[in-house]
C-alpha cells in the first residue's frame, strides 16, 4: 500500500556540520510534500514545502530535494546547531485528495547535534 | 506570535470514560485538525473541520470520536468511550490557507488505564 517511510531511524552530526535526512514515498501520485521539526514535548513544526513540479526548494539554511524518479525527498539542513536537534517527519499528500491538511507521515528521523 | 493553544496537557481516564480535548486555534485560521501519535509511532490523520463540518476523516475516526466548534474560538475533540488503544498524544491543528503548512498545538496526553 502507499507508505511515507525513512532510510534512517537517528542521525547524529557534529554542530556546523551539514545534516541530509531522507525519505522514500511509495506512491507516485503524490504531488505535494512537506517536512516538519518536533522537539520534545512539542508539536510538529512547519520547515519547508515542495510540489511535485519542483525538483528543488531552498529556505533559509534548509534545502529540501525531490526526486519523483526513485520517489525520494531529501531535506538536507546547511550549518546543523543543537537546537536543530529533534525529530524530522516527511509528510505527504496524496493527488486528489480533498483536504489539504490531510497529511500522511512518514516515521521519523532523530537528528542530534552534537556541540 | 499566535499560537494553538490545547487542554489538557495530560489527562488520564479509565477505560469505557468519556473524554473531550479541547484546542482554541489561531483566530483568523479557518480550517482545523486533530491528528494524534502514538508513543514511539507516525503522526496519523483523524478528521479535517472546516465551514463548521467534518470535510475528511480517517478510518481511526469511527463512531467513538466526534468534533465540534461550540463556539468562535474552541475546537473540540471528544471520545465517547475511551479504550486503552486510545491512549497516545492528540494534537490540534489548524492553518488559514488551503496548504500543507499547518500549525500545531503541542499536544494533549490521553492515557487510558
Known amino acids: 500500500g502507499e507508505s511515507v517511510g525513512l532510510h534512517l531511524p537517528t542521525l547524529s552530526v557534529q554542530e556546523g556540520d551539514n545534516s541530509i535526512i531522507n525519505c522514500a514515498y511509495s506512491?507516485?501520485?503524490?504531488?505535494?510534500f512537506i517536512w516538519y521539526k518536533q522537539e520534545s514535548g512539542k508539536g510538529p513544526q512547519f520547515i519547508i514545502d515542495?510540489?511535485?513540479?519542483?525538483d528543488k526548494r531552498q529556505g533559509q539554511r534548509v534545502t529540501v530535494l525531490l526526486n519523483k524518479t526513485v520517489k525520494h525527498l531529501s531535506l538536507q539542513i546547511a550549518a546543523t546547531q543543537p537546537g536543530d536537534s529533534a525529530v524530522y517527519f516527511c509528510?505527504?499528500?496524496?493527488?486528489?485528495?480533498?483536504?489539504?491538511?490531510?497529511?500522511?507521515f512518514g516515521q521519523g528521523t532523530i537528528l542530534t547535534v552534537h556541540p | 506570535e499566535p499560537e494553538v493553544t490545547q487542554t489538557p496537557s495530560h489527562q488520564v481516564t479509565q477505560m469505557g470514560q468519556e473524554v473531550i480535548l479541547r484546542c482554541v486555534p489561531i483566530?483568523?485560521?479557518?480550517?482545523f485538525y486533530w491528528y494524534r501519535q502514538i508513543l514511539g509511532q507516525k503522526v496519523e490523520f483523524l478528521v479535517s473541520?472546516?465551514?463548521?463540518?467534518?470535510?475528511?476523516k480517517s478510518e481511526i475516526f469511527d463512531d467513538q470520536f466526534s468534533v465540534e466548534r461550540p463556539d468562535g474560538s474552541n475546537f473540540t475533540l471528544k471520545i465517547r468511550s475511551t479504550k486503552l488503544e486510545d491512549s497516545a498524544m492528540y494534537f490540534c491543528?489548524?492553518?488559514?490557507?488551503?496548504?500543507?503548512?499547518?500549525?500545531f498545538g503541542e499536544g494533549s496526553r490521553l492515557t487510558v488505564l
Open positions: 509528510a505527504e499528500i496524496f493527488a486528489g485528495g480533498t483536504s489539504y491538511g490531510k497529511l500522511t
Open positions: 506512491n507516485s501520485a503524490s504531488d505535494y
Open positions: 515542495i510540489r511535485s513540479n519542483m
Open positions: 483566530s483568523n485560521h479557518l480550517y
Open positions: 473541520f472546516y465551514n463548521n463540518e467534518i470535510s475528511e
Open positions: 491543528a489548524s492553518n488559514q490557507l488551503w496548504t500543507g503548512e499547518l500549525f
